[in-house]
T-cell receptor
Framework: DARVTQTPRHKVTEMGQEVTMRCQPI?????VFWYRQTMMQGLELLAY????????DSGMPKDRFSAEMPDATLATLKIQPSEPRDSAVYFC?????????????FGPGTRLTVL | AQSVSQHNHHVILSEAASLELGCNYS??????LFWYVQYPGQHLQLLLK??????LVKGIKGFEAEFIKSKFSFNLRKPSVQWSDTAEYFC????????????FGTGTRLTIIP
């Protein structure tokens, strides 16, 4: 049963520290998405990649967030420096883009708390 | 720009009651529509999806949804709910033939009373 995996599952850090979240998409999937879920804003798309190339990162605060795909099996989301307002659950999702019809499969999320 | 509206924020039902959760989307073109479920403390799981064809879509766990283009709606239904259906339900859309970005509604929290 193929699944998206994310590490760490929980992260507590202090304001100003760097946070790196990792995602392993389902093997063979060529699109990867990063979402943030908060009570106030719901689910927001931060960035997404197709074939490892970033297609849209307009949802990310550019000054502190960065997303990369070093290879097809790893996507990273980095926050530097972190702030309390970054506290949220960060989900990674992957899919196979085909003619614009794509189903996204979500990972278990990383629950980030910035003190 | 796309948007998805879920007007029911919290729904409370007794077991065996029938369920209908509303979802409306706004986009002038052709869209793909999805319902995801998030059980407490878990990740989002796909319940069902509509891309084209039969507007009545059947998903997992006895759920179904009907795409009504004239009403821009994609309501989720289940004839008889169970306690285990307690979860948050998200409607989402993406543009057909375009990028794959999902636009989510704000979610509906469903509580089933045994």
């Amino acid at each position: 049963d193929a699944r998206v995996t994310q590490t760490p599952r929980h992260k507590v850090t202090e304001m100003g520290q760097e946070v790196t979240m990792r995602c392993q998409p389902i093997l063979g999937h060529n699109t990867v998405f990063w979402y943030r879920q908060t009570m106030m804003q719901g689910l927001e798309l931060l960035a997404y990649f197709r074939n490892r190339a970033p297609l849209d990162d307009s949802g990310m605060p550019k000054d502190r967030f960065s997303a990369e795909m070093p290879d097809a099996t790893l996507a990273t989301l980095k926050i530097q420096p972190s702030e309390p307002r970054d506290s949220a659950v960060y989900f990674c999702a992957s899919g196979t883009a085909f003619a614009g019809t794509d189903t996204q499969y979500f990972g278990p999320g990383t629950r980030l708390t910035v003190l | 720009a796309q948007s998805v509206s879920q007007h029911n924020h919290h729904v409370i039902l007794s077991e065996a009651a029938s369920l209908e959760l509303g979802c409306n989307y706004s986009y002038g073109g052709t869209v793909n529509l999805f319902w995801y479920v998030q059980y407490p403390g878990q990740h989002l799981q796909l319940l069902l999806k509509y891309f084209s064809g039969d507007p009545l879509v059947k998903g997992i766990k006895g759920f179904e949804a009907e795409f009504i283009k004239s009403k821009f709606s994609f309501n989720l239904r289940k004839p008889s709910v169970q306690w285990s259906d307690t979860a948050e339900y998200f409607c989402a859309s993406s543009i057909t033939g375009g990028n794959e970005k999902l636009t989510f509604g704000t979610g509906t929290r469903l509580t089933i009373i045994p």
